[in-house]
């Protein structure tokens, strides 16, 4: 983008900030502020360049590995060159899940070559692979119902059409271990995506402690549906498959913390975070290189603005959200003393599509919805909603202004539980779902001006939440 027409679109975004309908004094006294941050969110490319960086020099990043190591030292040095302040690590011990050779192919009606991708966590097949018939369902209720009798030593598919990640990860998460309380042998499943060109979808699963653990992994698209049209044909599916994994508990790693230290308040903390880790697959850039850019972008932003806000504001790139979420724990138990000071929690973790507007999440009632909620509680609620609301007219530029109870994040779930709001980031995640946890998720699919527009609304509202009088408690 030229320099005059980048000027030029900085001063159409500015000048809307004044037009806001029914702007409330909150905003109207931060106008200025916003105005500032937005202008310098858009005119810097230094978050977009520096997760390029991370992607190129660096790529995927699952925790344990080598290549976390190196992203932790690019971060404390990135952190530092942005101008943060008190930039260190906070150890941490994950576990480091390691792929190794992956294979897969059909011998009936057919030799066919499998796309697949190791789920994490799962133990390997035994020396030589697993031989066995694939029964193919598409609900727990089918495999329920056909019970020991059709599932005992055969390889469960779970084709299961993406409907929304929270209603399809189950199949990947949990589906293994059912998949052996009735005697499979290994467990494949429908990859957790929206699109796919032959491109398998990875992910953890969870085994149950008093069921058999069995190997899991997920294949593509394509070669789900057309094993399904195999067993609705009356084939005989025959299959083998070869997954060398291995994991190696305790490995140390680290949360990356710098900040801008508040100027009146600096006791009271505004995190913004991401998680530094990703899968072992494409170049974790939607997931979440970015957000863990978007959070230290807007950080600078309200420093390139030469603002000084009352309370700190700290960004924290979380180590091991993919696989243990050991990272946020682990900060949670750094700083239980301090957590009565947190104002707010934010976690970036959606990849980069447009911010439409974010949720508050207090104590749990965005996350679990079937939690009983006392009136104070309620009324807790609804007060720090009516205060993000307020917030509304300064994010209208960016058409960010959708602010409803929700979740917040995996990284910041501990605090949150611990009595910190939490406030997630509702990106549009249209083309998110398509490459999320597989090959395709790489810096190229980073649209640069989204990004600026999301660090500029990113810190719009972190400098809000750390600058106004009454807080979120």
């Not at 971060?75 to 530092?80: D, H, I, S």
């Not at 399904?228 to 005989?236: E, K, V």
């Not at 003393?337 to 974010?358: I, R, Y």
Request: charged share 20%; proline share 5%; hydrophobic share 40%.
């Amino acid at each position: 983008m030229c320099a005059m027409v980048k000027a030029m679109l900085v001063a159409s975004l500015i000048q809307m900030i004044p037009f806001a309908a029914n702007a409330q004094s909150l905003a109207d006294r931060y106008r200025p502020a916003a105005g500032q941050i937005l202008g310098a969110s858009l005119q810097s490319s230094t978050a977009y360049d520096q997760l390029g960086e991370l992607c190129d020099h660096v790529g995927n990043r699952i925790s344990g590995s080598t290549r976390l190591d190196q992203a932790i030292t690019w971060a404390v040095k990135t952190m530092q060159a942005d101008g943060l302040q008190n930039v260190h690590t906070e150890k941490v011990f994950v576990p480091y899940w390691k792929r190794g050779v992956e294979k897969a192919w059909t011998i009936s009606p057919q030799r066919h070559e499998l796309s697949i991708l190791g789920l994490g966590m799962s133990v390997p097949t035994p020396k030589g692979g697993i031989t066995a018939d694939v029964v193919v369902v598409g609900s727990f209720d089918e495999l329920d119902k056909l019970g020991e009798a059709g599932v005992k030593g055969k390889i469960v598919l779970y084709d299961v059409p993406f409907a929304g990640y929270g209603k399809t990860v189950p199949y990947r998460f949990a589906g293994p271990s059912l998949a052996a309380k009735y005697g499979a042998v290994a467990a494949l499943v429908r990859s957790v995506g929206s699109l796919s060109f032959d491109t398998p979808h990875t992910g953890t699963l969870g085994y149950q402690e008093k069921l058999p653990k069995i190997p899991a992994a997920a294949v593509s698209i394509e070669n789900s549906t057309m094993m399904r049209r195999m067993a609705q044909r009356g084939d005989r599916i025959q299959l083998h498959i070869e997954l060398e994994n291995e994991l190696i508990p305790n490995q140390p790693s680290a949360n990356v913390v710098g900040e801008i230290v508040g100027s009146e308040k600096p006791q009271e903390i505004v995190l913004l975070g991401g998680h530094l880790d990703s899968w072992d697959v494409g170049q974790g850039a939607q997931d979440d290189g970015v957000g863990c850019m978007n959070t230290l972008g807007a950080a600078k932003a309200i420093l390139d603005a030469g603002l000084h806000p009352k309370r700190t504001i700290r960004v924290v790139f979380f180590t091991n959200e993919e696989n243990g979420d050991f990272g946020g724990k682990g900060y949670r138990d750094a700083h239980k003393a301090e957590l009565g000071n947190f104002v707010a929690a934010l976690e970036s973790d959606s990849g980069n599509g447009p911010v439409k507007g974010f949720s508050l999440d207090l104590h749990g009632e965005g996350r679990n919805k079937t939690i009983t909620i006392s009136p104070e509680e309620k009324a807790r609620a609804e007060n720090g909603l009516a205060l993000l609301k307020s917030f509304a007219p300064l994010l209208e530029p960016l058409d960010a202004t959708k602010i409803e109870m929700g979740g917040s994040g995996t990284d910041i779930g501990p605090i949150v539980s611990e009595g910190v709001p939490g406030i997630g980031v509702s990106h549009d995640t249209t083309h998110y779902w398509e490459i999320h946890h597989t090959k395709a998720d790489t810096f190229d699919k980073v649209i640069k001006l989204d990004m600026q527009k999301n660090i500029a609304a990113l810190g719009i509202l972190a400098y809000m939440l750390a600058e106004m009088e009454g807080t979120l408690r």
